[in-house]
């Protein structure tokens, strides 16, 4: 049997197990002895989890784990990705009385290759939110915030990620994709991708939020993930400092913020700025044209980049007896208007995400969502001044898009199984040249434990 005929094997296989397993609303968890029906899959740690709650330390532990197969792109097999993430969070208040004082340390043990280098495949849109490569252990996440009035004013200091701090759309927090947390336009353009997983950088923010419907948030990130040397903190310990600044800013409104259980209902407005150098596409370093005479030309470097984004988390109806339980539709639309200086011009994306659709699984979501990232045109002139003789599959950047299906089932509180299928169009621009490979087709099953 071919890929494909094995992949939709595994993928259909998940979704019976997915409708075959009764699953009841969890809300209030049972004791922790019966594991069937706890938190987590190892309890509570004979009252070890419950003693450091009550002292104001959680630690929360998850393992993902993606398989994955392919047919078409530029090869074809089975693929497997994993990630344990530990995270702590200390209430340090609760621990030692600190008024609105906290601090959170976690670290990515990234297993496996995922999908993108084995198969050779260069797209801007990641298969996977959790693949890297190669696999590291690192330290990810190390922060203190104070808060001040009630939770309204917040400064958080020390080593921080971009990616689940901005443009956060709750209603597609579940999807496979790397695009749906950091937007695919944002990693083609920033250095190193930018601060996001798995490679959070010295940052201070600012969080305010004056009455429970607003927010404003901004951050100051370092201006590389890697420092100067592009393969550079592996570890997660070196803190880079000094390669400019990226700066966030953050408007958000939540009409129904203060409706508990509600669908997610948000807008926001943001854009980000980047003080960084840039190499120009469209002249060298003497101020001429690039032309294709010309011998490796030095590139003209210029100053600044930004981009402008967009987003809205909308519930289109609830069911009738609630309104936890819905269908919501979403979406981001981003621009790089400096289109001298980026790879990419612009990117939107949109779908719908419902909550219970089937009878009896009121925490099950599921979602189909597009993404359409447009490649900028000086850039494809750039692409063209290149001499590509004897080059095989050369391309002339243009676009990339993807779609994904996806159902994620909670079989157990701790346990989570989300079948998925991604299709993938123009997946070779991410490299130098662009390559023009055939469209992607993924079907894959991802397994997400609470430990």
């Not at 991604?422 to 621009?429: C, D, F, I, K, R």
Request: net charge negative; charged share 15%.
């Amino acid at each position: 049997m071919g890929t494909l005929g094995q992949a939709a094997k595994w993928f259909w296989l998940a979704f019976i197990l997915v409708g075959a397993t009764p699953l009841q609303a969890h809300t209030d968890y049972p004791p922790p002895e019966d594991i069937a029906q706890s938190a987590t899959l190892t309890g509570e740690w004979q009252g070890v989890r419950q003693r450091l709650r009550a002292a104001g330390i959680t630690l929360e532990v998850t393992q993902i784990a993606d398989f994955m197969l392919n047919t078409g792109g530029n090869e074809q097999g089975g693929y497997f990705d994993g990630l344990l993430f530990p995270d702590l969070n200390v209430d340090l208040e609760r621990l030692m009385g600190w008024p609105g004082a906290s601090f959170n340390v976690s670290a990515y043990v990234i297993q496996g290759e995922g999908i993108t280098t084995p198969s050779g495949l260069r797209g801007f849109l990641s298969p996977t939110n959790i693949e890297y490569s190669p696999a590291v252990t690192k330290l990810a996440e190390l922060w203190l915030q104070q808060e001040w009035f009630d939770g309204r004013l917040a400064i958080k200091l020390g080593q921080i990620e971009g990616d689940i701090n901005f443009n956060i759309l709750g209603s597609a927090d579940f999807f496979i994709n790397g695009t749906w947390g950091w937007l695919g336009s944002w990693s083609a353009n920033l250095p190193g991708s930018g601060p996001t997983y798995p490679n959070p950088v010295p940052a201070v923010q600012l969080m305010l939020r004056p009455v429970p419907e607003w927010t404003f948030q901004a951050a100051v990130f370092n201006g590389s993930p890697t420092g100067n040397d592009p393969e550079g903190n592996a570890n997660g310990l070196r803190f880079p400092i000094g390669q400019g600044a990226l700066t966030f800013l953050e408007f958000t409104y939540e009409p129904d913020v203060a409706q508990e259980a509600s669908l997610p209902h948000a807008y926001k407005l943001g854009a980000w700025y980047h003080s960084g150098r840039f190499d120009r596409f469209t002249t060298s370093a003497d101020g001429q044209p690039l032309a294709a005479d010309q011998d490796e030309p030095l590139p003209n470097r210029v100053s600044g980049n930004y981009a402008l984004y967009a987003s809205l988390d909308y519930p289109l109806w609830y069911d009738s007896d609630t309104r936890s339980r819905g269908l919501n539709l979403f979406g981001t639309l981003t621009i790089n208007p400096q289109g001298d200086r980026n790879i990419a011009n612009g990117l939107i994306d949109g779908g719908l995400a419902y909550t219970g659709l089937f009878q009896g699984r009121p925490l099950d979501r599921t979602g189909l969502g597009f993404t359409w990232l447009n490649m900028s045109p000086d850039y494809a002139d750039y692409i063209r001044t290149i001499d590509h003789t004897g080059v095989a599959d050369f391309a002339i950047p243009s676009h990339e898009a993807f779609l994904e299906l996806t159902h994620q089932a909670v079989i157990r509180p701790w346990l989570k199984i989300q079948p998925f299928f991604q299709y993938l169009v123009n997946p070779g621009q991410n490299q130098f040249p662009p390559m023009d490979y055939p469209d992607l087709t993924i079907l894959g099953v991802r397994f997400i434990l609470s430990l």
